[in-house]
């Protein structure tokens, strides 16, 4: 089982929708939670970091978080153009030191 | 903004050289983690430094791969005998303290070995 898994995509969205990004995760013990956005040839982004049940609102980000059921999103209301990018989620695993670990990322195009 | 810095951007180089990438923490940050990624596939997490020291690593981090931070500010990856496998965007990162975990990541050297 991968440690993080996320849906490869791409996801299309239209302009002003709210886009929905998932991620689950195999290790019960992780800590920390994060969303990176990642432009093609650029380098991962940090959008979000969630440490605890519920959600956390940004801006037009909102981070989800259940670890009961091991499950992280990202909500983007009135999504742009400009957020067409592969959006990585990422955790700090429990044993760990400082160590994160990605998956490999949701494409995201919002279509104008 | 203070960020992240790394150079070179590209670096050419061949099979069973060494190389060496740079980079520069964010100033008041204590944490420093060198991560790659290979064209397609997702972001690897290779080392991590603390307290002048490597705190963790991967097995992707073997004999032929070592870390320091040379003086106050730059942190470097040494690769020293280079396989066309190595051929990557080597990610340089730092984040403030323990409390704080948020990596932040600077802009990547894109290594080619040939």
């Known amino acids: 089982q991968k440690e993080v898994e996320q849906n490869s995509g791409p996801l299309s969205v239209p302009e002003g929708a709210i886009a929905s990004l998932n991620c689950t995760y195999s290790d019960r013990g992780s800590q920390s939670f994060f969303w990176y956005r990642q432009y093609s040839g650029k380098s991962p982004e940090l959008i979000m970091s969630i440490y605890s049940n519920g959600d956390k609102e940004d801006g037009r980000f909102t981070a989800q978080l259940n670890k009961a059921s091991q499950y992280v999103s990202l909500l983007i209301r009135d999504s742009q153009p400009s957020d067409s990018a592969t959006y990585l989620c990422a955790l700090m695993n429990s044993g760990g030191y400082q160590k994160v670990t990605f998956g490999t990322g949701t494409k995201l195009q919002v279509i104008p | 903004e203070p960020e992240v810095t790394q150079t070179p951007s590209h670096q050419v180089t061949q099979m069973g050289q060494e190389v060496i990438l740079r980079c520069v923490p964010i100033s008041n940050h204590l944490y420093f983690y060198w991560y790659r990624q290979i064209l397609g596939q997702k972001v690897e997490f290779l080392v991590s430094?603390?307290?002048?020291?490597?705190?963790?690593k991967s097995e992707i981090f073997d004999d032929q791969f070592s870390v320091e931070r040379p003086d106050g500010s730059n942190f470097t990856l040494k690769i020293r005998s280079t396989k066309l496998e190595d051929s990557a965007m080597y990610f340089c990162?730092?984040?403030?303290?323990?409390?704080?975990?948020?990596?932040?990541f600077g802009p990547g050297t894109r290594l080619t070995v040939t």
């Open positions: 990162a730092s984040s403030a303290d323990s409390s704080r975990d948020e990596q932040y």
């Open positions: 430094f603390y307290n002048n020291e490597i705190s963790e």
